[in-house]
């Protein structure tokens, strides 16, 4: 029999340690937690060192990622990657035990934890792709997905808003492999949680339709790992496992305290603390009967094993649902995917129809959506201002009473959004039998649309995307962030992008947001300025296979800008209009206006203005300068050539155009005002003549 005291105090000793040669770091929360992990990891987590990306593991997320050396000491304790020598590096340049847990950095971490909430948001993610592959893939005979997901998770966690936002999605779909422990010891940062946090957490939580286990004693490995056994057994509903614990238990002056959150221990009380547990060894020292305990690599390989036969069983009787996981799993692209992006792009270009930008991104998605069947979209609530639903892609829905995936459920009916210009929705097709809803309604729940989506992602059989209005990327940008971060495939699509919105005024006017976006290393953002563009930036985004995507997209109609070619607007910026396309064959060019969006048809317009004052101008439209950013200097110099003189068109702030050399822009450095669309183009600036006029004063000069 494993010795759990000593297990748990293990994990305490090396966390101490750790902190401490770092002078930096959390051990109050891994000190307090480790018996909580030793009931999870030694006697219910299904994993194997050895494979840490097996298909049907068990996902462990540590949401209060502070706690970051419970992770590393299990994950180094049971067999994984993480030698001692990483331990001892803890928190320094280049380990691989980051501050807070970072995926891809460490093996067995399954996503970035940190800033708080986010972690067990994440964890609602992974447990609805878990939950929509096993309705999709299963079969009575062979089940190929069935693992659950466990995240730990603190007081901080409960007290970001988001954590209210996912848990009570959990609690709606009904997401019983999800299994929450809480690590409910009382303290943070500021000390007892009493005077600001008095949250009846067990009525919250029963509230979002959970199951609620305890509170129990935290530190008692036995009862924390009889409490998961009875989770597992619940069928319909997530649970919450509140776990009361002390904070740098077995720290004689530090337990209970402050004190033990956020700084080291100091060399005397690690001294007491060792004699406090009865531990003997010096630090860094695991004795090894304690290895022994922990270690996990026989058994692990052992449940992969016999996963494995299960998986040749499946393919044998199901060979095409079987590659198609595979596939999916991997996160690759259809076969056919190329000619699919190319024949929507093709026929966008062909009707040249004159539709808002976010009316020609469900045109593609009709196209994506029936060719992917991975695609999994959403909106948080206004699915008919962002139009991300489509034929393919019924709206998700799971049995009141069991909670089961509801398939084949017919596409839920929309009511458009206000404004004569919101689009009508297509005609309900039923999907194919067997299907699963592909639409998720969020609720009004941006931020937690967000991260579930990142979790969606890192579980992988998915590639999420959803929608809100562009002014509301603000609510979600840090879990926008946080997908950059970790480099995962996850699109947003950001309709009702600019003043363009009209009469709803300033507060829903995107002035700052595409240049805030743009700021963000790792995204991809696009501003598409007609159907063809808009294919293309869906298209990228869905090849964007180690980063996420914006799509920002026009509420207003936008007539389709006629082509000569569509090879270049994948790389972000083309040359759209030269001057002899207006007339001028023989007329050097003058200066060249760039634009993104709604704005390119004023740039054409302006244009034609000049020339009709013989003033050569080429026209550059520029629908993602991310995109643009990263081409070959040869490429940027063909489109933007040296020494002319260049001007930005673009309904937002001015400032980070300033780097493309411009002579002058035309945007929006205040707030929008409230009044019809038409009136704030005028009243801003954003017509042809002034566009015009911009650019003979910048040739003036």
Not at 103 to 127: C, K, M, R, S
Not at 388 to 416: D, H, I, M, Q, W
Request: some cysteine.
């Amino acid at each position: 029999m494993a010795n759990q005291a000593l297990m748990a105090n293990a994990i305490r000793a090396l966390a101490m340690d750790a902190v401490q040669q770092a002078n930096s770091g959390h051990p109050g929360a891994p000190m307090g937690m480790a018996d909580m992990a030793v009931a999870l990891w030694g006697e219910h987590l299904r994993y194997n060192p050895a494979n840490p990306h097996w298909f049907d593991r068990d996902r462990f997320v540590l949401s209060n990622g502070h706690a970051s050396m419970l992770i590393y000491a299990v994950l180094h304790l049971t067999g994984y990657d993480l030698p001692l020598a990483e331990i001892k590096n803890f928190r320094q340049l280049h380990s691989k035990t980051a501050g807070h847990p970072e995926v891809d950095v460490t093996p067995g971490v399954e996503t970035t934890t940190g800033p708080l909430g986010q972690g067990i948001t994440n964890a609602v993610g992974f447990a609805l792709a878990e939950k929509l592959l096993a309705a999709e893939f299963n079969r009575k005979d062979l089940a190929i997905v069935d693992h659950h997901t466990y995240a730990f998770l603190g007081d901080g966690c409960m007290m970001e808003g988001i954590s209210h936002e996912a848990c009570a999605l959990a609690g709606a779909w009904h997401l019983n492999k999800l299994i929450a422990l809480y690590d409910d010891n009382g303290i943070s940062i500021d000390g007892q949680v009493k005077p600001w946090f008095i949250d009846n957490t067990e009525e919250r939580f029963k509230g979002y339709g959970w199951n609620v286990v305890g509170p129990i004693d935290g530190n008692d490995a036995k009862e924390v790992a009889k409490a998961i056994a009875k989770a597992k057994k619940e069928a319909t509903k997530p649970t919450l496992i509140v776990c009361k614990t002390t904070i740098g238990k077995g720290s004689p002056n530090r337990a209970g305290t402050a004190k033990a959150h956020g700084e080291a221990l100091g060399a005397e009380e690690i001294k007491l603390t060792r004699e406090a547990i009865g531990w003997p060894y010096p630090a860094f020292e695991i004795p090894a009967e304690v290895y022994a305990d922990w270690d996990h690599k026989a058994e692990g390989a052992k449940t992969e094993a016999a996963w494995n036969d299960t998986f040749a069983a499946y393919t044998a009787a199901y060979p095409e649902l079987a590659a198609e996981f595979t596939r999916r799993m991997k996160g690759e692209l259809p076969k056919n995917f190329h000619q699919v992006a190319f024949d929507t792009v093709v026929a966008a270009h062909t009707k040249g129809e004159t539709v808002a930008s976010r009316k020609a991104s469900q045109l593609a998605l009709e196209a994506f959506t029936a060719a992917l069947p991975e695609m999994l979209g959403g909106s948080a609530d206004l699915t008919g201002s962002n139009l991300t639903n489509t034929k393919s892609t019924a709206a998700l829905r799971f049995e009141a009473k069991t909670g089961a995936v509801v398939l084949n459920a017919p596409p839920a009916p929309v009511v458009p959004q206000g404004g004569e210009d919101e689009a009508a929705q297509g005609d309900a097709v039923e999907p194919p039998h067997g299907e699963i809803g592909r639409h998720i309604n969020y609720g009004v729940r941006e931020f937690g649309m967000a991260a579930i989506m990142n979790g969606v992602a890192l579980h992988g059989g998915y590639i999420p995307y959803g929608g809100t209005f562009l002014t509301f990327s603000d609510y979600s940008r840090n879990a926008i962030r946080m997908a950059a971060l970790m480099k995962r495939r996850v699109v947003h699509v950001f309709t009702h992008d600019s003043i363009g919105l009209g009469e709803d005024g300033p507060t829903h006017q995107s002035i700052e947001h595409a240049a805030s976006l743009r700021l963000i290393p790792n995204l991809d953002v696009w501003r598409p300025g007609d159907t063809a563009e808009t294919a293309v930036a869906w298209a990228v985004a869905l090849q964007n296979a180690t980063r996420p995507t914006a799509l920002l997209l026009s509420r207003q109609n936008i007539a389709y800008a006629a082509k000569s070619d569509l090879g270049d607007i994948s790389r972000g910026a083309y040359v759209l209009s030269e001057p002899e396309n207006v007339g001028l064959k023989n007329k050097k060019t003058a200066a060249v206006i760039i634009a993104t969006g709604s704005e390119v048809q004023l740039a054409l317009a302006a244009q034609k203005l000049l020339a009709d004052k013989k003033i050569a101008v080429r026209v550059v439209s520029m629908p993602s300068t991310t995109t643009f950013d990263r081409q070959d200097l040869a490429y940027k110099k063909a489109v933007l050539p040296k020494k002319i003189p260049r001007v930005a068109v673009e309904m937002g702030c001015t400032d980070g155009w300033w780097k493309y050399g411009c002579a002058a822009v035309v945007g929006i450095d205040s707030y929008g005002e409230s009044a019809p669309a038409p009136v704030l183009f005028k009243h801003f600036g954003f017509t042809a003549e002034n566009v015009a006029a911009t650019v003979e004063a910048a040739l003036r000069d």
